[in-house]
């Protein structure tokens, strides 16, 4: 659960530094703070959905059958 949201976030962030170093947008210094600002970006945007999903399946939240 949470090492997917990580590993995702950080294979966004350096994507997109990627894509911007080739389109030559950004270089050096520019690129770090690039990959740490779209981190940051991401964990605030994927923790909240990662949590509401992990509390939600723990209290049966999003159970799809019926236990009997």
Not at 41 to 68: C, D, K, V
């Amino acid at each position: 659960g949470i090492m997917a949201v990580l590993v995702g976030t950080l294979i966004n962030s350096l994507a997109v530094a990627v894509l911007l170093v080739i389109n030559g947008r950004m270089l050096g210094i520019e690129v770090i703070y690039s990959i740490l600002y779209q981190a940051f970006y991401n964990l605030l945007l994927a923790g909240p959905i990662y949590l509401w999903y992990y509390y939600s399946t723990y209290n049966g939240w999003l159970r799809t059958t019926e236990e009997n």
